[in-house]
Each structure stands twice: as structure tokens, then as C-alpha cells.
């Protein structure tokens, strides 16, 4: 064998060793999540919302989906730059942020959105590594969801790379 062909070799089967998450949202509906969205989606497509304008600080998550207005990505100043540059640097993209005194008790906490976008969870100034993520095109409601383990604390949950000017999203303990 060749020692081309042995390196190409070993690029083919380091890229199909990629996880699946560096792909694309995947189809199969809303109950192919790698967790249950129920709640979320209820929430999400539900007209009983809490409005918030990007910045705001609020003692808690509601029980329901949180309507934040957004603002454009170069006009906003994040507490902690985005982990994640726009892909398309084409049309407007927008992003906010919301700070919760507490999300409650220690743990796993989901947060979804209905449409495609990146979310960072921030604590003590840092970003927090996503425990899980799970993505589906074709589920009515949600989009995407991630895992993050969030501590005591202030919590600041930032999105940005949304198309439009607002975006509904939903934060509440994983099960």
C-alpha cells in the first residue's frame, strides 16, 4: 500500500467518525429528539407568553415560553461574545439575551428554540459546554434543544443568528 493511500485512508475514516451532531438537523418529527419536547412544544406554540426585551433580568423562568425582542447582531453587546459565528453573513440576523437571578435548583436544564439559531448558556462569565443537543427540521414548534448544567446562581441565556427581530424560547429543568 502506498503511504498516499494510507493517509487518505485515514482522513476517510476520520471524517465519517465525526458525530452526528456536527451535522445538520436531522428529520423524523417532534418524537425523534433525543429527549421528550413536549413542554416545550406546548409552550412554544402557545399564544400565553412571557415578553421580554433583550437585557432583561428576571428573577426566574416562567412556566411557559419566553418571547424576547431581539435587536440586530451589530448593534447588540453581549455579555459573552457568541460561541458561534454566523454562517451566512447575508440579510439581517438578530440576537439577545436574558439574565435569570436563578433557574432554580442545580441541574440539567433544557433550553429550545422554534427555528434555527445558536444559543449560549452563561454563568460566572462563562460559556457552558452544551451536555447534549438535539435538532429536527420537521417538528412543529421546536427546532432545536440543547442541555446545559447550569449551577446556583445568575444564569444568562444569550441567542443570536436569528433571521427575524424576535424569537420565542423555552428554559426548564431537563427530565
Not at 119 to 138: C, E, L, N, P, R
Request: glycine share 10%; aromatic share 6%.
Amino acid at each position: 500500500m502506498k503511504i498516499v493511500n494510507a493517509w487518505h485512508m485515514a482522513a476517510c475514516a476520520a471524517a465519517l467518525a465525526l458525530p452526528l451532531s456536527a451535522h445538520a438537523a436531522e428529520t423524523g418529527g417532534c418524537e425523534s429528539f433525543a429527549w421528550s419536547v413536549a413542554t416545550e412544544r406546548q409552550w412554544l406554540t402557545s399564544a400565553d407568553n412571557e415578553t421580554l426585551a433583550s437585557g432583561a433580568k428576571v428573577s426566574a423562568p416562567p412556566d411557559k415560553a419566553i418571547s424576547l425582542s431581539l435587536l440586530p447582531m451589530d448593534k447588540i453587546s453581549f455579555p459573552v461574545a457568541p460561541t458561534s459565528r454566523r454562517k451566512n453573513d447575508s440579510g439581517d440576523h438578530y440576537g439577545g439575551f436574558v439574565t435569570f437571578d436563578s433557574v432554580g435548583d442545580p441541574g440539567i436544564y433544557q433550553v429550545s428554540l422554534p427555528m434555527a439559531g445558536w444559543v449560549d448558556v452563561i454563568q460566572d462569565g462563562t460559556a457552558i459546554k452544551s451536555a447534549a443537543h438535539s435538532g429536527k427540521m420537521d417538528c412543529n414548534g421546536v427546532r432545536k434543544t440543547g442541555r446545559f448544567a447550569i449551577g446556583p446562581g445568575p444564569v444568562t441565556v444569550e441567542i443570536s443568528n436569528i433571521p427575524k427581530d424576535s424569537i420565542k424560547f423555552a428554559i426548564r429543568r431537563g427530565e
